[in-house]
């Protein structure tokens, strides 16, 4: 099916923040820290009091909006939401239909993409650093004030936990720790009016030119954030629209450009190109180059560990990137029906999965 769109178009983001409360006797009473994180002005969740209660006590938590603080008694309601929200948009007929953008010659396909990110939620701007349950019921993101964001980073403890887990949980090392020697892959981000876009690049050793391979957009649909309130790392159940592109005129702007740069055998600082080879051509240059791949399986799911040199705001840094997919997602994601029952199953059969996966590694002594 082939429409028309002018290419300015954004979907809104549904956000959910959870508190996992489900190993708490009696939640009422716990209470909780913002934690300074590695030595910058950011702050972690931690749990500083468990109090042991052999009655547990009923937890009378409302309902939440979009973008509030809940807990783990809601976690039902926040799938439900983000379910009704991706089917709004796939009966619309706005998921995997090309469509003829008629601002610039091109055509694109609007995809989504589930994933589950194993990082760090740290918040800034917060008026007390301590807490309890129904204090944090009550914070909301609000401009200048609570804000937070999810950080990927890397445990060496969490990936030698995950290989001591048994049963359901038990993962086998699908790929050894593969380092990119060659070019590989490069992944450009930019900004183009009211759309973050993506170009990834690769050497084409044939023809000696580095070609885009891949252009797309990029825009969150929903997050769904749970807090360990340990040292375990957090959690973000995550569906992306990736707005595939076929922008000629993008691709051969870009494609000159990195062709006209002189490069050498040897990346320079690691990276093949810098976001100073973009200045005045794109706005807000990230670039990302994947340095090493790992990847452990099981029989229904598959935990990718990436690691990537990335250059953004002139700085040059390394960030480890642990993500789970479901190994269903990606039939579903191509699929031309999809049911409201299927996609309300799949995501809450994946993050209760992912919940008790965390349980078991917070077992483990090491």
Not at 167 to 188: A, H, L, S, T
Not at 230 to 235: A, Q, R
């Amino acid at each position: 099916m082939l429409k028309l769109t002018s290419g300015e178009y954004k979907f809104p983001t549904n956000g959910f923040t959870i508190l996992d409360l489900d190993n708490l006797v009696n939640a009422n009473e716990a209470k909780f820290k913002f934690v300074k994180y590695d030595g910058d002005d950011t702050h972690f969740v931690r749990l500083i009091e468990d109090p042991i209660n052999l009655f547990e006590e009923f937890l009378d938590i409302p309902l939440p909006s979009p973008g509030e603080f809940t807990t783990s008694k809601n976690l039902d309601y926040c799938i439900n939401e983000i379910t009704w929200q991706l089917l709004d948009i796939f009966n619309a007929g706005f998921l995997n239909v090309a469509f003829l953008d008629v601002v610039s010659p091109g055509i694109e396909i609007i995809k989504f993409r589930l994933n589950i990110f194993f990082g760090r939620e740290v918040y800034s701007n917060f008026e007390k650093e301590n807490f309890t349950v129904h204090e944090w019921i009550m914070f909301k993101r609000e401009y200048k004030k609570y804000k937070s964001s999810f950080q990927h980073y890397y445990s060496d403890q969490f990936l030698s936990k995950l290989l001591m887990l048994q049963g359901e949980y038990k993962f086998r090392i699908k790929e050894k720790e593969k380092k990119v020697k060659d070019k590989g892959n490069v992944f450009i981000y930019f900004n183009q009016g009211i759309r973050r876009r993506m170009a990834k690049l690769k050497y084409i050793q044939e023809d000696k030119k580095w070609k885009v391979t891949e252009l797309r957009n990029t825009n969150k649909l929903a997050n769904l954030d749970i807090i360990s309130g340990t040292d375990d790392p957090d959690c973000r159940f995550s569906i992306r629209i990736r707005c595939e592109s076929y922008d000629p005129f993008i691709t051969s702007k870009i494609e000159k450009i990195i062709n006209e740069i002189n490069n050498t055998d040897e990346p320079k600082d690691g990276m093949w190109f810098r976001t100073k080879d973009f200045e005045g051509k794109f706005e807000s240059i990230e670039i990302r180059q994947t340095i090493e791949k790992r990847r452990f399986i099981n029989e229904n799911y598959q935990i990718s560990v990436d690691t990537v040199k990335k250059e953004s705001n002139m700085k040059l840094f390394y960030q480890q990137i642990i993500s789970l997919e479901n190994l269903n997602w990606r039939d579903m994601e191509n699929a031309n029906e999809l049911s409201r029952g299927e996609v309300n199953h799949t995501m809450h059969e994946t993050v209760q999965y992912v919940m008790g996966m965390m349980r078991e590694l917070k077992k483990i002594q090491i």
